[in-house]
C-alpha cells in the first residue's frame, strides 16, 4: 500500500485497521499532551474540508470515549474513498496475470473475414518480441471488441480506463448486458445492448489520440451488486471509489476471481 506523505515516518502495515489505529493514536490525545501541538500539520485541513470538528477532537481528554468514532468514520468515509481513487486501479492491475490477446479490436474488414471464414475470430499470439510493444486501435474506426478468456460461465467485469476517465463497459446496457461468459471468445457490443440497437452509435469508436486501459475481472461467484445491474439511465457505468470500495469488500469474501489489464495506443492509421 501507497505510504500517505502526511504520516511521515510512522511505520504501518498495508490494512486500514493499522492506519485507523495510527492515526488515531495520534490525533484523539491517546498519547502525550505535547503529541497534539503537532496534529495541525498532519489531516487538520483535511478534516476540516470534510466537515469534522477537529476542535473538538483536540479539546478532549485523553481515554475520552467518541474520538476513535469520529475518526474512523473519516478514515472509511473519506480518506480512504479519496486513496482508492487514486489507487484502486493500480492495486487491481498488479495483480493481473494476462495471456497475450486476450483482447482484440476488429475493424468492419476484418469482421468481414471472419464472417467470410477467411480468418479466425482471435488471432494467435504475437511474437514475443512483438508482445513487448503496445497493441495498437485505429483512431476514428468502427470497432468490435473481441475478449477470449478460458472462463466458462464466469461473470465478467470489464472496465475502461482513458483521460476521459474510468467506466464500467461489462456489464452495461451501453455494450454487454449479459456478463455472464458462457462460452469465449465473446463479442462485444452484444445483441440487443444500446450500441447495437442505435446504428449511428454501433460498436466502438476511439476519437482521440491517447492511451486506452482495459482491466477484465473474471469471478466465478458472480455479484449481485445494485450498480452491476444494467441500466437505461446509466448506459455507460462511472467507475468511482464507492463502486470499488464495494467491490473490494466483496472479493475479499471470495477468492475464486482474476484480474486480466491490456493497453492500447490509439493512432492514425497511415
Given at each position: 500500500m501507497p505510504k500517505d506523505p502526511l504520516l511521515g515516518s510512522v511505520n504501518y502495515v498495508s490494512s486500514i485497521g493499522t492506519t485507523v489505529q495510527n492515526v488515531v493514536n495520534a490525533i484523539v490525545g491517546r498519547l502525550k499532551t505535547e503529541h497534539k501541538k503537532a496534529i495541525s500539520g498532519l489531516y487538520e485541513a483535511e478534516m476540516r474540508a470534510d466537515g469534522v470538528d477537529v476542535d473538538n477532537l483536540l479539546n478532549r481528554e485523553p481515554g475520552e470515549r467518541g474520538s476513535w468514532e469520529v475518526v474512523y468514520h473519516w478514515l472509511w468515509n473519506h480518506k480512504y474513498l479519496r486513496w482508492l481513487d487514486e489507487n484502486g486501479w493500480q492495486i487491481l492491475q498488479k495483480k493481473a496475470k494476462s495471456p497475450p490477446n486476450w483482447l482484440q479490436f476488429l475493424t468492419k474488414?476484418?469482421?468481414?473475414?471472419?464472417?467470410?471464414?477467411?480468418?479466425?475470430?482471435?488471432?494467435p499470439p504475437p511474437p514475443?518480441?512483438?508482445?513487448?510493444?503496445?497493441?495498437?486501435?485505429?483512431v476514428e474506426k468502427s470497432l468490435w471488441m473481441v475478449i477470449d478468456l478460458e472462463f466458462d460461465n464466469s461473470q465478467l467485469l470489464l472496465l475502461n480506463r482513458s483521460q476521459d476517465g474510468e467506466f464500467l463497459l461489462c456489464p452495461s446496457?451501453?455494450?454487454a448486458p449479459n456478463p455472464i461468459v458462457e462460452k469465449p471468445p465473446i463479442l462485444l457490443p452484444q445483441k440487443d445492448s444500446w450500441a447495437d440497437r442505435d446504428e449511428s452509435k454501433t460498436?466502438?469508436?476511439?476519437?482521440?489520440?491517447?492511451?486506452?486501459?482495459?482491466?477484465?475481472?473474471?469471478?466465478e461467484k458472480p455479484l449481485n451488486l445494485p450498480w452491476l445491474i444494467p441500466r437505461e439511465e446509466e448506459a455507460l457505468p462511472e467507475w468511482n471509489a464507492e463502486r470499488l470500495k464495494e467491490l473490494?469488500?466483496?472479493?475479499?469474501?471470495?477468492?475464486?476471481?482474476?484480474?486480466?489489464?491490456?493497453c492500447f495506443e490509439v493512432v492514425e492509421k497511415p
Open positions: 474488414e476484418e469482421m468481414a473475414s471472419v464472417q467470410r471464414g477467411t480468418r479466425s475470430f482471435v488471432l514475443p518480441a512483438v508482445q513487448k510493444s503496445t497493441p495498437i486501435i485505429p446496457s451501453a455494450y460498436n466502438f469508436k476511439f476519437e482521440k489520440l491517447v492511451k486506452e486501459e482495459f482491466l477484465a475481472i473474471a469471478l473490494f469488500e466483496h472479493l475479499e469474501r471470495q477468492g475464486n476471481w482474476q484480474v486480466f489489464y491490456q
